[in-house]
């Protein structure tokens, strides 16, 4: 099978970009990527965005930043999967690559909340749902994923308190990040006292939604020089699996079925079981997401997900390092654009340059993006390799 490799890099910090349009944005990613990768030119563009048509007025995408950014004549598409659109986006460029249709495919996830402000930012964030059962109703995600760990507390009866660690965790991993929207940790202290945001969420069990842009350049092993300028990472692993939109038409509304199926597929794909990964970049959009994530991957019996934010497992140090460079909580969560995000974060830390948050010898990292409570699950194995043929 044919080696595809992260060739290139970029990102912009995650914030409230209010002097920037979007194309720009994505430029400044593209770029960045684009010199990482030592100049390679893409064959096909994959453009990851959730909330442009309703927030920015601007559908049609993917041609907008291909032009801007100069790649006329190329293969360009958007990529829309709500909160996994990065990683679906990933997806589609490795299997472009994988298939022949091109050996390097450029993968950009931008989005800009601020285009908008107030109930309209609420009003595009529920279209992710089901527009005639759960949105038209006033069901927001937020409110949603109150339900669910309202169900985690009453069917399981965990302390209240039991979620702290992972907003916890985050925060102290993103302040050594130059990109992360907070960049300063927090106490358990603050996490009890901060105010409901629909209970039983509090302020620090949703991540906050923002501006920025991500890139990736992948490419075909045999592209890239012996000297080549990074380490090598390669995508070994990727699984889109879906499951029902609604969260009333399922048996089990706290079992995140397609996150479970997406994990299996992924590790199966790589050869490797879950157990074997160094650390894992989940989508932590909200605090319970976390603990089901956990869970449905087999890291954590059912209902005990939670456990592991309480005994420094999670940590950078711990037995399975989270969000290891703040995570959507602390980094920020620019909507279509977070999946790519979590992948460059990914890299970073197998390529060795994650600065104060490394994690000693990462090997293999497992990258997971969430559109809505799981009804799109991507999941990715990334690994490190040799470029000896």
Not at 6 to 15: D, L, N, R
Request: hydrophobic content about 45%; overall charge negative; proline content about 5%.
């Amino acid at each position: 099978m044919t080696d595809i490799v992260i060739a290139g890099i970029g990102q912009t910090p995650v914030g409230e970009h209010w002097e920037i349009s979007l194309r720009e944005l994505a430029l400044h990613a593209i770029e960045a990527a684009v010199k990482d990768a030592g100049g390679l030119r893409p064959q096909a563009v994959f453009v990851a965005n959730m909330l442009a048509p309703a927030l920015s007025r601007q559908s049609h995408l993917a041609t907008l930043v291909a032009d801007f950014a100069g790649l006329h004549g190329v293969e360009a598409v958007t990529v829309e999967a709500a909160g996994a659109s990065g990683g679906a986006a990933l997806r589609m460029g490795y299997l472009s690559i994988l298939s022949g249709a091109a050996e390097v495919a450029l993968v950009v996830g931008v989005e800009k909340t601020t285009d908008q402000v107030g109930s309209a930012v609420n009003s595009a964030l529920a279209t992710a749902s089901d527009s005639d059962y759960e949105a038209e109703h006033g069901l927001t995600p937020t409110a949603q994923a109150a339900l669910l760990m309202q169900r985690y507390l009453y069917e399981f009866n965990p302390p209240r308190e039991a979620f702290a660690g992972f907003p916890l965790t985050a925060h102290a991993n993103a302040v050594a990040n130059p990109n992360a929207m907070f960049r300063r940790a927090i106490k358990e202290t603050a996490y009890r006292k901060a105010g409901l945001v629909s209970d039983p969420l509090n302020m620090f069990d949703v991540a906050p939604h923002a501006d920025g842009a991500a890139a990736i350049v992948l490419a075909r092993r045999e592209l890239l020089p012996p000297d080549f300028a990074h380490p090598l990472v390669r995508v070994s692993g990727s699984s889109l699996v879906t499951d029902t939109l609604a969260l009333h038409d399922r048996p089990d509304p706290l079992d995140f079925r397609a996150a479970r199926l997406s994990v299996a597929r992924a590790c199966r794909q790589a050869g490797i079981r879950p157990e074997e990964i160094d650390f894992f970049e989940l989508y932590d959009a909200f605090s319970i997401f976390s603990a089901l994530s956990l869970e449905a991957a087999g890291y954590a019996p059912r209902g005990e997900g939670w456990k592991l934010a309480q005994n420094g497992a999670i940590s950078l140090q711990g037995k399975l390092p989270l969000t290891t460079l703040g995570g959507l909580k602390a980094r920020g969560n620019p909507g279509g654009a977070t999946g790519v995000y979590q992948a460059v974060e990914a890299t970073l830390q197998l390529r060795g340059q994650a600065g104060e948050n490394q994690i000693p010898n990462a090997r293999r990292g497992l990258v997971q993006s969430l559109g809505g409570p799981a009804s799109t699950v991507v999941t990715h194995v990334l690994e490190t390799f040799s470029l000896k043929r």
